[in-house]
């Protein structure tokens, strides 16, 4: 399922795109609300007003995120000289700052955190430090997922591996039982999260052909991780990077596996071949809203409202829920409960009869029906 990268723009905005190049953004029209459009491409118009980053809500942001975590990546280090065990549960509360740092890292990637490109690049490659992802890297792969999602014959950047029922059964049975093996639960959000992070996220995996910028980029990052690591071991030793900077990491780097999974691998969620598929159908019916608690929901930086996400990403993660608050409609679509999205771990091929994911125990029955 390897895909070649192609060009692709950094931030695509597939139904919105150009709609704020210097020309004024129509306001919505008055019976938006009473008449919700019916097309995914029809909300282009009414997203676009969203799209204007507010810079002071921008600063704020980032620094209600980076003060907490750097105060309790402060307080695990001092708790070393009390009990490890300690050091090690304040750094795994701290790990839900990191994931919010991600996601502001994510935003500057679609240049809609700031309205300066170059501090939104400048900030999402300092925090991408932090967060052991080379941002230049990840931007252009993750543009590719954007570009690229739900399309079966796009897969393998910037995705999770998806095989259809068909596809499952013509292959070997080596293939079958390692496509099971990274796709159960345990691996897929334990070993695979360290394998991305530590070790794929070193090198400009996806693009290692595509130009000297994103090698510049990948190693460059990796030379500042390097220094910083050495930095935190002169300065406290190795109990600082076992005990506070590790259990941070592993499990925010869980954390994003899981919300990246439940944003497209939902049941009823959206895939087609090249001559089916439409981009703005795949952003709005291929991406879930997961409705988390309001805590939650401010530690993932609204990345559940991930359909409108996708369908116009330019918009802010701090607008998001003005979007969701304007219009029910969106609010109601392809709704996720934190307890419903259990069940989506267990999903794990795509039926084109169905046109929905589905178990390897329900693909059986199906076969021997």
């Not at 969203?50 to 209600?64: A, G």
């Not at 993660?317 to 392809?334: M, P």
Request: include cysteine.
């Amino acid at each position: 399922m390897a895909a070649k990268a192609r060009s692709i723009s950094p931030s695509p905005d597939p139904i919105g795109a150009g709609t704020l190049s210097g020309c004024p953004v129509p306001a919505p029209a008055a019976n938006d609300m009473a008449h919700p459009p019916q097309r995914p491409a029809d909300w282009t118009r009414i997203l676009a007003r969203y799209r204007t980053p507010i810079p002071k809500q921008s600063l704020f942001e980032l620094t209600v995120t980076l003060v907490p975590f750097l105060a309790l990546f402060a307080l695990a280090w001092v708790a070393l000289s009390v009990s490890p065990i300690l050091s090690v549960l304040i750094a795994l509360a701290n790990a839900a700052f990191l994931v919010r740092l991600f996601m502001i890292q994510h935003d500057c990637g679609h240049g809609s955190f700031f309205r300066s490109r170059r501090l939104s690049d400048w900030v999402g490659r300092a925090i991408g430090v932090l967060t052991l992802t080379p941002y230049d890297v990840w931007r252009q792969t993750h543009a590719i997922h954007h570009a690229s999602t739900g399309n079966l014959d796009r897969r393998g950047v910037g995705d999770m591996p998806t095989l259809t029922v068909d596809e499952y059964r013509a292959q070997s049975w080596i293939n079958r039982f390692l496509y099971r093996l990274v796709r159960n639960p345990l691996i897929l959000f334990g070993i695979v999260p360290f394998y991305t992070f530590f070790l794929q996220n070193r090198l400009p995996v996806g693009l290692m052909d595509a130009g000297a910028r994103y090698w510049i980029g990948a190693m460059g990052t990796n030379a500042a991780i390097l220094a910083l690591a050495v930095g935190l071991y002169l300065l406290g030793g190795a109990q600082v990077l076992l005990f506070v900077v590790l259990p941070t990491i592993m499990l925010a780097a869980s954390i994003g596996m899981w919300l990246f999974y439940v944003q497209h691998q939902f049941e009823d969620t959206y895939w087609d071949h090249e001559a089916d598929w439409a981009v703005q159908d795949a952003a709005f019916h291929g991406s879930s809203h997961y409705v988390l608690p309001p805590v939650l929901r401010w530690l993932s930086a609204n990345i559940g409202v991930h359909h409108v996400h996708h369908m116009a990403s330019r918009i802010p993660f701090y607008r998001l829920d003005e979007v969701i608050r304007d219009h029910a409609a969106l609010a109601n679509v392809h709704r996720i409960t934190l307890g419903e999205s259990l069940h989506c771990a267990r999903l794990n091929l795509w039926d084109e009869q169905s046109r929905r994911l589905v178990s390897f125990r329900e693909a059986r029955r199906m076969r021997a029906a």
